[in-house]
């Protein structure tokens, strides 16, 4: 007689545990793999966190992503590009050793700047395009999605350049805001936008579209005359009069070259558009940008005509203001900053910006974030958490970056709103003369003189 067979009782609380061991182990060999490739650099070595960050890191997103499947692309905001790349199986096998080679030694070396080609597909167009790999953070280089340069071949150009960048969405969308800032001052702005890449048609990731600086970047702006260049010297492109810009541009890098020195204002006025500069280096502070005035990171643009140079903003890393002096900002680049007479232009600019002008920038974001927002959420890093002021979680970040700010003015207004203010005649001279411990200008406005006794009455300029 046969006996009736006996259901096993399954427990739900056994599953999730089994289940959870499974993937634990998965995320065990995943990371022993990292581990026992991945180059620790001297940067690593400071503490063992630093050592252990970037495998766990890298792990993490590929898993965030890997569960996450292709992109919802359903109700695309009207005329959004998605940006199709296909591939030869040989150059997506070079793309993908590019990726695993950044991630494993922590940086770009000649092998990963190697260029691969492709073909590009958006608004209905066709391009043959060469692929470079851009930025060397975990969260360029996660695989399927890395952030490219793109460079069109054949004369051929896309919104006006031949150069662009794609990146991922949460990197440059802060910069956003100093980006409408800066072109309210009249500085020179690249061009971006928001898109979607896609390879071999399938839609992965939400991206940034952000223009290379190059010549083009001057003829969209209607100033095609200048020359680009960074701040290490390097041109990028060469203008109408390069030989009259190269005496320019020795100047400036020279400057940018000895962060410890002082820049006289004499000599700034001679070589810098300082009505621009001054924008330049208050929304470079107010944004708390940690790199300063560091050389590498800057990018300038050598008017022929004036002859003058200005700077453009491009890679803020956004912070606390209260931060800076243990940031880069104190030792990059601050011999702008140590004279006087500059410094007094610098703070009225950042006053300004402090006090009239963080409702127009956070306008600007509500405006970004509610075309754009429900699409970065169904982007598969909205739901990995960065570090910094806005930082976090991404889908906290509009709210974080408007207490940011805010606590930015607020502390930028207290710091250059001091009444401290001395006087002195000098008889020798006839003069009378004053002096602050505050920082930021000061203007007197009256003086009301009582049984030989001077009163100042003076306001921040």
């Not at 692309?73 to 199709?84: A, I, N, Q």
């Not at 803020?316 to 007094?344: M, V």
Request: proline share 6%.
């Amino acid at each position: 007689m046969s006996r009736t067979p006996q259901k096993i009782a399954v427990r739900p609380l056994h599953a999730l545990a089994w289940l959870a061991a499974i993937a634990a182990v998965l995320v065990a060999i995943d990371l022993a793999e990292r581990f026992a490739f991945y180059e620790i650099r001297e940067r690593d070595t400071s503490s063992f966190a630093r050592m252990v960050r970037r495998p766990i890191k890298d792990t993490g997103m590929a898993l965030v992503h890997g569960l996450a499947g292709d992109l919802d692309v359903s109700d695309l905001p009207e005329g959004m590009p998605v940006f199709d790349f296909s591939l030869k199986p040989q150059d997506a096998e070079a793309l993908l050793a590019h990726l695993t080679r950044v991630r494993v030694i922590g940086t770009h070396d000649e092998f990963s700047r190697t260029a691969i080609p492709a073909r590009m597909r958006v608004d209905g167009e066709s391009y043959d395009v060469r692929l470079k790999l851009r930025g060397r953070q975990h969260y360029h280089v996660v695989p399927p999605r890395p952030s490219l340069r793109v460079s069109l071949r054949r004369g051929r150009s896309y919104r006006g350049t031949k150069d662009f960048n794609l990146i991922e969405p949460f990197d440059k969308t802060t910069d956003q805001v100093f980006l409408w800032e800066a072109k309210e001052h009249g500085l020179i702005s690249w061009d971006s936008t928001m898109g979607v890449l896609a390879i071999a048609g399938r839609p992965l990731a939400v991206v940034q579209y952000v223009e290379q600086v190059r010549s083009e970047t001057g003829a969209n702006a209607v100033r095609p005359e200048g020359t680009f260049f960074r701040g290490t010297g390097e041109l990028y492109s060469e203008g109408m009069d390069p030989k009259r810009c190269g005496a320019l541009i020795e100047r400036v890098t020279g400057w940018l070259a000895d962060p410890n020195s002082i820049v006289p204002f004499e000599p700034m006025q001679e070589v810098l558009d300082l009505e621009r500069f001054r924008w330049f280096t208050a929304l470079t502070e107010f944004s708390g940008d940690g790199h300063g005035f560091a050389n590498f990171n800057m990018k300038a643009y050598c008017d022929p005509v004036s002859p003058r140079v200005e700077f453009l903003i491009w890679d803020t890393r956004f912070g606390r203001w209260e931060s800076l002096p243990t940031s880069q900002f104190a030792e990059q680049g601050t011999q702008f900053l140590r004279g006087d007479r500059y410094r007094t232009l610098h703070d009225e600019a950042l006053y300004t910006l402090a006090l009239d002008r963080v409702e127009p920038m956070l306008e600007r974001m509500r405006t970004f974030y509610a075309a754009y927002g429900a699409l970065m959420a169904r982007d598969p890093f909205q739901r990995f958490p960065r570090g910094g002021p806005d930082g976090g979680f991404m889908s906290a970040r509009p709210a974080k970056l408007e207490r940011t700010l805010r606590a930015k003015a607020e502390a930028i207004r207290a710091t250059l709103e001091g009444e401290q203010l001395q006087w002195w005649v000098d008889p020798a001279r006839r003069e009378l003369l004053f002096a602050t411990t505050d920082r930021g200008a000061k203007r007197v406005e009256a003086l009301l003189l009582r049984s030989g006794s001077v009163d100042a009455e003076h306001r921040l300029r």
